[in-house]
């Protein structure tokens, strides 16, 4: 099975992944509820989170890559499924007493060592954020809510990937091989960024980013669920919620950072774009005028003109071996995690182009 995991021969093997996954949380939480706090608490808390998120994790990986759509589908519904238990423990009073009555208890805190009460502290923190304070109406609310915001953040980021079409005899005969047919459309499912043509890039640029009415719907329907939840939980925004217990603390402190890298970039960016609009002045003298859908092509242009190297003399450093041996030794000197390349059993993916690494 894929990744070595016997029921992922198949498709239809993620429910059965996912119905082992919730048997077992169910047990763990059962456990964990009757167990006298203790370090054993957290490990029940370490253990449920494992299990689940083994299976979640898995599945949205292979929901994005796996190139079978019965795969990617299946993967899609046990994420959701997994997605929707995490949101329903996160507000599961019984499970939170079971964790509070540990941190309350000064004599057993004081005997676990720093990792194991931060872990204890974190898991506290998603009972907390998630609305545990709630009456039951409104925690039921909240999981709705979560469940909600899902389905709608999946539904968004799949339309971002979907090609935009027009019909054929609206662009110049002359550009439209660069677009896939499509009876009397065209298929625009990207930027063209690279083109060397202003008129393909510009038809691109507006084609696929046009305004989707079903995109605008989902977007703002995900923004007021985020909203309403974050309300509904006791922050301002949702902002203030995602970002409490994060080094960046509160939304005025990122907005502060990005108005500081801002100004400390304007120069920079003002210099770029004069030389991109020089660039296009050179190379396109009758239509000079910088454009949005000018600025990739043209950075590219400026980088290539200036360094000038042949990428003959440094894609050998480059290779996949080479970058995965400079990513190894990163890792080793900051994390202590080292990478290697085993040899990958038969049915463990879905290609040959697929590598298997171990870290130790």
């Keep these: 099975g894929l990744f070595g995991v016997p029921e992922l021969s198949c498709p239809e093997g993620f429910q059965e992944a996912q119905d082992k996954a919730l048997q077992e949380s169910e047990q763990l939480v059962q456990k964990a509820c009757s167990t006298p706090p203790g370090p054993e608490t957290v490990m029940i808390f370490d253990q449920l989170s494992d299990g689940l998120c083994r299976v979640a994790d898995l599945a949205d990986f292979v929901k994005i890559a796996h190139p079978d759509f019965a795969f990617r589908e299946a993967a899609e519904e046990a994420c959701r499924s997994i997605g929707t238990v995490v949101e329903k423990l996160n507000t599961d009073v019984e499970l939170c007493q079971s964790l509070r009555r540990l941190l309350a208890d000064e004599i057993v805190m004081s005997s676990l060592d720093p990792e194991t009460r931060r872990v204890a502290e974190l898991f506290m923190f ?6 545990i304070h709630l009456d039951e109406e409104k925690r039921k609310k909240a999981v709705n809510l979560n469940i909600r915001i899902l389905d709608l953040c999946n539904a968004f980021l799949t339309g971002t990937h979907l090609p935009n079409k027009i019909d054929k005899h609206v662009l110049p005969e002359h550009i439209r091989h660069n677009f896939t047919a499509e009876g009397n459309y065209l298929q625009v499912a990207g930027l063209h960024a690279d083109c060397p043509d ?5 038809a691109a640029y507006k084609i696929f980013l046009y305004p989707n009415a079903e995109q605008l719907s989902c977007l703002e329907e995900l923004l007021a ?12 925004t949702f902002a203030h919620r995602a970002l409490q217990g994060t080094m ?4 005025d402190t990122v907005r502060q950072f990005l108005e500081k890298l801002s100004d400390q970039l304007s120069k920079r960016t003002q210099k770029d774009f004069e030389m991109m609009t020089k660039m296009k002045m050179k190379l396109n003298p009758q239509n000079s005028k910088l454009m949005p859908w000018d600025h990739p092509y043209y950075s590219g242009v400026l980088r290539a003109e200036r360094y000038n190297i042949d990428p003959g003399l440094y894609c050998p450093f480059f290779s ?15 994390l202590g995690i080292s990478l290697y390349a085993e040899q990958t059993q038969r049915g463990e993916v879905w290609s040959e182009d697929v590598r298997k690494l171990v870290s130790i």
């Excluded at 996949?320 to 900051?334: H, I, K, P, R």
């Design 320 to 334: 996949l071996g080479a970058c995965m041996e400079g990513l190894n030794s990163l890792f080793s000197q900051l």
């Design 198 to 202: 202003d008129l393909v890039r510009e």
């Design 225 to 236: 669920s985020r909203n309403s939840l974050a309300q509904l939980v006791g922050y301002d």
């Design 126 to 131: 998603d009972f907390e954020i998630s609305g």
């Design 248 to 251: 960046a603390k509160n939304p």
